[in-house]
T-cell receptor, first 114, second 111 residues
Framework: DAGVTQSPTHLIKTRGQQVTLRCSPKSGHDTVSWYQQALGQGPQFIFQYYEEEERQRGNFPDRFSGHQFPNYSSELNVNALLLGDSALYLC?????????????FGSGTRLTVV | TQLLEQSPQFLSIQEGENLTVYCNSS?????LQWYRQEPGEGPVLLVT?????EVKKLKRLTFQFGDARKDSSLHITAAQPGDTGLYLC???????????FGSGTRLLVRP
């Protein structure tokens, strides 16, 4: 049973560029959440998608946007990249109504902005 | 702003020793989840506690949720080198879909 799949695994972008990260949730899961993890820190919630709608958003600027597709997969887009956007971006999936019982995380996309 | 304070940040112990990691907050959580993260990987769920006062055991690991659902602890008995890693606690606030993570405890168990 495949877990959460994220692509690409690593990415180097130049300041000011735009980036798209992709996530396929665990089979049977229907919600997708995105987190940003800076080096030496715990992950920070960006937003969660369910039924192709943004269900909740964390304290991130509008440069961060997302999308969920009918097959439950999701994309995270970041515009006008800043050096401070360099981080590990994690995707987590769960089954709606079961979030309190834990999430399945992917291995992440390591984004470096130069 | 809801915060989870996790302590200690770093722990280096000898194989066979016991240890406890703490997660504290002034906020109430509907659940408290513990994850372990290896370098270059995403967090892996260890356990979830949802009831105040709940205690769960996973082999040598014991997890406890505070009576008021504001704090939690992870106790490891007779630590082994394979326990080395980053331990993260994460709370799910009431009426919310986000997880609030602590900053993590980096554990090193020396043979």
């Amino acid at each position: 049973d495949a877990g959460v799949t994220q692509s690409p695994t690593h990415l180097i972008k130049t300041r000011g560029q735009q980036v798209t990260l992709r996530c396929s949730p665990k089979s049977g899961h229907d919600t997708v959440s995105w987190y940003q993890q800076a080096l030496g820190q715990g992950p920070q919630f960006i937003f969660q998608y369910y039924e192709e709608e943004e269900r909740q958003r964390g304290n991130f600027p509008d440069r961060f946007s997302g999308h969920q597709f009918p097959n439950y997969s999701s994309e995270l887009n970041v515009n006008a990249l800043l050096l401070g956007d360099s981080a590990l971006y994690l995707c987590a999936s769960s089954l709606v109504g079961q979030e309190a019982y834990g999430y399945t995380f992917g291995s992440g996309t390591r984004l470096t902005v130069v | 702003t809801q915060l989870l304070e996790q302590s200690p940040q770093f722990l280096s112990i000898q194989e066979g020793e016991n240890l406890t990691v703490y997660c504290n907050s002034s906020s109430v959580f509907s659940s408290l989840q513990w994850y372990r993260q290896e370098p270059g990987e995403g967090p892996v769920l260890l356990v979830t506690v949802v009831t105040g006062g709940e205690v769960k055991k996973l082999k040598r690991l014991t997890f406890q949720f505070g009576d008021a659902r504001k704090d939690s602890s992870l106790h490891i008995t007779a630590a082994q080198p394979g326990d080395t890693g980053l331990y993260l606690c994460a709370g799910e606030p009431d009426s919310s879909y986000k997880l609030i993570f602590g900053s993590g405890t980096r554990l090193l168990v020396r043979p």
